[in-house]
Each structure stands twice: as structure tokens, then as C-alpha cells.
């Protein structure tokens, strides 16, 4: 089926879920749109996201899309279900396989999660870890300056490499050993997140999982 996938985000943050979709499916056409005038949506209120959400998916059906990509954390945490209650296409977002990933590796069952004021505020990453494993710890941090440091182009500045170690620090406090990227604008400084976190913590990067769970929901569907 050659109709292409659509792919949504508040900036240039979900071309890391596309880098990703291009090295899993290179065959498939992929339409992207980065709402960058709107930016950040982590900011917004759920009222809002959910608008922007549904405006940005009725441009992407123009192009006849055959799946969505919802690759905004945010607009996960707030807009899927009511994306998926509008579409007669297949729609997933970047939390469930980042959720899916970290879940398996982590080894002392205490997950960190960095994200958006909007994504944090929301729980939707806690609520669906605990689902799965009620004996797992979440802690959360709201990044609210990552991603205007990225869209910036700021990626190895120390401004930037300041910014993340004091939103980080309070996380490490917690003794954990698992960090979810709760933004795609985040893999983008992926190696100095990994820096200041130390080596002994594995970073999950929800648009890698979200590829591969995109690629197994066209097999599961014969749409590849």
C-alpha cells in the first residue's frame, strides 16, 4: 500500500522518529509537518494541544495517509484518544513503546522520565509504567527549556549541558537506572543528556521504539 504514513509534531523535534522510520522502512513514503509556529506545545494547555492536534491531522489527510504518527510527546499524552476516536486509520503515539522498552531494561525497577511541562503534568507515562509493573518507581522532571534550546540549534552549548544537569539532578537522587526521553526533541542532544546522567543509566529513546512499533503494526495490518 503506497499511501504515505503522516507524522506530526510541535517543531523540527519528531524528525528523530523519522530518522528512525527511514532506517526501519525505507521503502515507505512518509509525510511530515512540524508545527513550528505554535511551538513548544508543552507549554499549552490540553484544551489546546488537542486543537492543534486535529488541525495538524486534517492537513496530513490530505496527502490520503494510511497511518499516523502522532511523534509529539505532549500531543500523546493529551490527544491520541481523541485522534483515534476521529480516524478511521491507524494512529500511535510515542509513549506505549517508550513505555514498552524502558520497562524491560530497567534492572532496579526505578525509571526517570524528562519531558515537557504539558507531558509530565499529564502522568501518562507513570499511570502506563504502573499498569504494567505496579512494584516499578516513576519520578518525573518537566524540561520546560529543552526544547527551545534544540529548536535553537543550541545542541552543544553549555548553556545547554547547565540546563540539563540541573533538571537532572534531582532525578539522579533517586538511584535510577533507566531515563525515558519523554520528547523527540530530545535524542537530538541524546550524547550530552547522556554525559551529565553518567554511563551507568540507559537513555530510552521513544522514537527508536516508536519506528519499531510502527513497523510491526503495518505487518500486523498488511499495510506495509
Given amino acids: 500500500m503506497d499511501n504515505p504514513i503522516g507524522i506530526f509534531d510541535s517543531g523540527i523535534g519528531g524528525l528523530t522518529v523519522v530518522k528512525e522510520l527511514i532506517k526501519l522502512l525505507p521503502n515507505e513514503n512518509l509525510v511530515y509537518f512540524g508545527d ?6 508543552g507549554t499549552k494547555s490540553d484544551r489546546l494541544i488537542k486543537q492543534y492536534s486535529l488541525e495538524n491531522t486534517l492537513f496530513l489527510e490530505q496527502y490520503d495517509i494510511k497511518f499516523l504518527v502522532v511523534a509529539c510527546n505532549s500531543a500523546s499524552a493529551v490527544a491520541v484518544d481523541t485522534l483515534k476516536s476521529y480516524l478511521t486509520i491507524p494512529v500511535t503515539g510515542v509513549i506505549a513503546p517508550g513505555v514498552e522498552a524502558a520497562v524491560q531494561i530497567t534492572k532496579n525497577k526505578r525509571i526517570g522520565i524528562i519531558g515537557t511541562t504539558a507531558t509530565i503534568n499529564s502522568n501518562a507515562y507513570s ?3 504502573k499498569a504494567v509493573n505496579t512494584e516499578i518507581e516513576v519520578w518525573g522532571q518537566p524540561c520546560p527549556l529543552l526544547v527551545s534550546l534544540v529548536e535553537e540549534g543550541w ?3 553549555e548553556i545547554t549541558r547547565l540546563t540539563i544537569r540541573k533538571y537532572l539532578k534531582p532525578l539522579l537522587e533517586h538511584r535510577i537506572d533507566t ?3 519523554g520528547c523527540t526533541h530530545y535524542p537530538v542532544i541524546k550524547d550530552l543528556l547522556q554525559e551529565e546522567a553518567g554511563q551507568h543509566i540507559t537513555l530510552i529513546d521513544s522514537g527508536k521504539e516508536t519506528a519499531k512499533k510502527v513497523k510491526s503494526m503495518l505487518e500486523e495490518l498488511n499495510l506495509i
Avoid: D, G, K, V
Avoid at 36 to 41: D, S, V
Fill in 36 to 41: 513550528t509556529a505554535r511551538l513548544p506545545y
Fill in 127 to 129: 499511570q502506563m509504567i
Fill in 179 to 181: 531515563i525515558i526521553l
Fill in 155 to 157: 545542541i552543544s552549548e
